[in-house]
């Protein structure tokens, strides 16, 4: 085999090569865009952020229920502690856990907050009864200013996340557009490669 047949094959499988993983990256980066549309819809900061509200609203109906306000009955505050349990769930799964759990701060404050609901459940079927209302109120006050620090917390992982996986998506851009250069460079080289001398048709005299 002559030298030159030998390089169009080595163009050749450089090509495929270059080709195939072309196709990878342009799949990964339709991936990554993908999952950034994603953590767009569902945003990390909108859940911890709902939870420091749902349990500000707690507060303020056991508040006003212990006040005696007008409309605000045991069903109220029950209903408040369901939506506050429905928010603890949501903190303690997905994305959201993943993001809480970059903070050892996080991670306990989402604890303490499922052990006070745990401990004020029972409180609230009795809530009618003197000094009961207080109690919750005394139990739920520490945790607010932790869970807001809880949201600024994941407010700023998230938006590392969010700038990392941009990097990250720039760098699979500039990668598949030299790879994309690369194949053009070779496919320019094979085709003008010139053909081997020997299977050239001999000119007669």
Same mark, same amino acid.
């Given at each position: 085999?002559?030298?030159?047949?030998?390089?169009?094959?080595?163009?050749?499988?450089?090509?495929?090569? /270059?080709?195939?993983? !072309?196709?990878?990256?342009?799949?990964?980066?339709?991936?990554?865009?993908?999952?950034?549309? +994603? !953590?767009?819809?569902?945003?990390?900061?909108?859940?911890?952020?709902?939870?420091?509200? +749902?349990f500000?609203?707690?507060?303020?109906?056991?508040?006003? /229920? !212990?006040?005696? !306000?007008? =409309?605000?009955?045991?069903d +109220?505050?029950?209903?408040?502690?369901?939506?506050?349990?429905?928010?603890?769930?949501?903190?303690?799964?997905?994305?959201?856990?993943?993001?809480?759990?970059?903070?050892l701060?996080?991670?306990?404050?989402?604890?303490?907050?499922?052990?006070?609901?745990?401990?004020? @459940?029972?409180?609230?079927?009795?809530?009618?009864?003197? =000094?009961? %209302?207080?109690?919750?109120?005394?139990?739920?006050?520490?945790? +607010?200013?932790?869970l807001?620090?809880?949201?600024?917390?994941?407010?700023?992982?998230? %938006?590392?996340?969010?700038?990392?996986?941009?990097? %990250?998506?720039?760098?699979?851009?500039?990668?598949?557009?030299?790879?994309? %250069?690369?194949?053009?460079?070779?496919?320019?080289?094979?085709?003008?490669?010139?053909?081997?001398?020997?299977? @050239?048709? @001999?000119?007669?005299?």
């Amino acid at each position: 085999m002559s030298l030159l047949s030998k390089i169009r094959i080595a163009l050749a499988l450089t090509i495929a090569v /270059f080709a195939v993983a !072309a196709i990878y990256i342009s799949l990964t980066i339709v991936e990554r865009q993908n999952l950034l549309r +994603e !953590a767009s819809r569902y945003n990390v900061v909108w859940a911890a952020s709902q939870a420091v509200t +749902e349990f500000i609203l707690l507060e303020q109906r056991v508040a006003a /229920f !212990a006040a005696g !306000a007008n =409309g605000v009955d045991k069903d +109220e505050v029950q209903l408040r502690f369901d939506i506050m349990s429905n928010r603890l769930t949501i903190l303690r799964r997905g994305i959201v856990a993943a993001a809480i759990g970059q903070d050892l701060e996080g991670v306990k404050t989402v604890q303490a907050l499922a052990e006070v609901l745990t401990e004020i @459940r029972p409180l609230l079927t009795t809530l009618d009864k003197p =000094g009961v %209302a207080d109690q919750v109120i005394i139990s739920l006050a520490p945790l +607010e200013d932790r869970l807001k620090r809880l949201t600024a917390g994941v407010n700023q992982f998230n %938006a590392e996340q969010v700038g990392n996986d941009h990097e %990250a998506l720039a760098v699979l851009h500039r990668t598949f557009s030299s790879l994309a %250069a690369g194949l053009v460079l070779c496919g320019l080289a094979f085709i003008g490669n010139p053909a081997d001398p020997k299977s @050239r048709p @001999r000119q007669s005299a």
